[in-house]
């Protein structure tokens, strides 16, 4: 399995992004989809995720509201929309897989299996 992130890059204040992850080599409609994000010198921390089962989504408070993930299968890819941007957005984005998590595990970055390589978003005020 390959996951393949995109879309980061620079925003003002207020302004959107899409993230996309696409994956290789196994279906993630099947699996939990998770978005992480690392900012500098600090440790890498939960956005959002799908969940394998019903697909339901959960995100973390800092992002309730201006974020929304979303999957479409026929491209295989997930989808991480992020709306009214704040500087302190500005991280590594991260996106992750795997088809075996219970719900209460889906929140830590190391029970994920499958990682893209990272892409970068940067807010400025």
């Known amino acids: 399995v390959q996951l393949q992130a995109s879309g980061g890059g620079a925003a003002q204040t207020g302004g959107s992004l899409r993230l996309s992850c696409v994956a290789s080599?196994?279906?993630?409609?099947?699996?939990?989809v998770a978005w992480f994000r690392q900012a500098p010198g600090k440790d890498r921390i939960f956005v959002a995720a799908?969940?394998?089962?019903?697909?339901?989504?959960y995100y973390s408070d800092s992002v309730k509201g201006r974020f929304t993930i979303s999957r479409d299968n026929a491209k295989n890819t997930v989808y991480l929309q992020m709306n009214n941007l704040t500087p302190e957005d500005t991280a590594v984005y991260y996106c992750?897989?795997?088809?075996?998590?219970?719900?209460?595990?889906?929140?830590?970055?190391?029970?994920?299996?499958?990682w893209g390589q990272g892409t970068l978003v940067t807010v400025s005020s």
């Open positions: 080599g196994r279906a993630l409609s099947s699996g939990s």
């Open positions: 799908l969940f394998r089962r019903g697909g339901n989504t």
């Open positions: 992750a897989a795997d088809w075996s998590l219970i719900l209460s595990s889906i929140w830590t970055w190391s029970n994920y299996d499958y």
